[in-house]
């Protein structure tokens, strides 16, 4: 079906779909990738096999169902991308700049941010039109997902020096050295060892198990679990166990998955097909 011209099309309702920025930590490997001896921060981009920008790396995500919220569609895209368990996934803005369409019909992109385990064992290679980069060294994008990823690194990276925020990046439980660890890999520069043990204990967010763990030749370290304020934790907004997609449910349970703001659910779009890693090409912008 036409539109008609550029005038008529813009005239028109706007399409709506969900783009998911994922990030993961991967270990150092061959004697690191960056900047720390630790892990450092990557994400997946896909390869556009349509025009627009045919051949170029693009953001994941789709169109959206009548049968699906915001939040199934942001892990169906997920699970179309990596099926790697889910930390934390939040909604960070909604991006309906005019000038995005160029010429074509409106589009306005929910976006998601998501933190994946990828363990220390997962393979980074390209595939099904699908490949990881450091955030540090990303390639060119389509449309404005460069400006959409540099958004999401902004607003994580400006509260990961928080218990509340950190913590979920990790496990049930976990050492200062190794919270830290993940802290400075999301903000991408030094944080002081020091600064950042006394920040955390000093939240009294954290909670000693009793156990210790050796780190390499340093003495046994203290091994902690995250205690949530009773007005401090994030909790799912949603709470519909329905709209995380089978396979999914326990990581995403343990993640907490926010979905905030109110948007129209029911806008029709192009369905994504959960398992394939081209499904997250679908998205228009």
């Not at 921060?41 to 009548?66: E, K, N, S, T």
């Not at 790697?84 to 929910?110: K, T, W, Y």
């Amino acid at each position: 079906m036409g539109y008609g011209n550029v005038s008529e099309r813009r005239s028109q309702p706007p399409q709506v779909g969900v783009s998911v920025v994922i990030l993961a930590l991967r270990e150092p490997t061959d004697g690191g990738h960056g900047d720390h001896d630790g892990p450092s921060l990557w994400m997946p981009l896909v390869r556009r096999v349509r025009q627009p920008h045919l051949g170029d790396w693009a953001l994941p995500g789709g169109g959206l169902r009548a049968d699906r919220s915001l939040r199934r569609s942001a892990y169906e895209a997920l699970a179309s991308t990596t099926g790697l368990p889910v930390r934390c996934l939040e909604q960070a803005h909604a991006f309906g700049d005019l000038a995005r369409s160029r010429g074509g019909l409106p589009m306005v992109s929910i976006v998601y941010w998501a933190f994946v385990d990828a363990g220390g064992t997962h393979d980074f290679a390209e595939r099904d039109n699908v490949a990881w980069f450091p955030v540090d060294r990303l390639p060119d994008l389509a449309f404005d997902h460069r400006g959409i990823v540099d958004y999401v690194l902004a607003q994580v990276r400006g509260r990961i020096v928080h218990p509340e925020m950190v913590t979920r990046l990790v496990g049930p439980e976990f050492t200062l050295r190794q919270l830290h660890a993940v802290a400075q890999a999301v903000a991408g520069r030094d944080v002081d060892l020091a600064n950042f043990r006394r920040r955390m204990l000093a939240s009294g967010m954290l909670e000693e198990t009793g156990e210790k763990v050796r780190e390499g030749r340093q003495r046994p370290a203290a091994v902690y679990r995250y205690v949530p304020c009773a007005d401090g934790d994030v909790g799912d907004a949603s709470g519909a166990a329905g709209d995380v997609p089978r396979g999914l449910g326990a990581a995403a349970d343990a993640a907490g998955a926010v979905d905030s703001g109110v948007w129209a659910d029911g806008a029709p779009g192009r369905r994504v097909r959960t398992g394939s890693a081209l499904s997250a090409l679908t998205t228009a912008e």
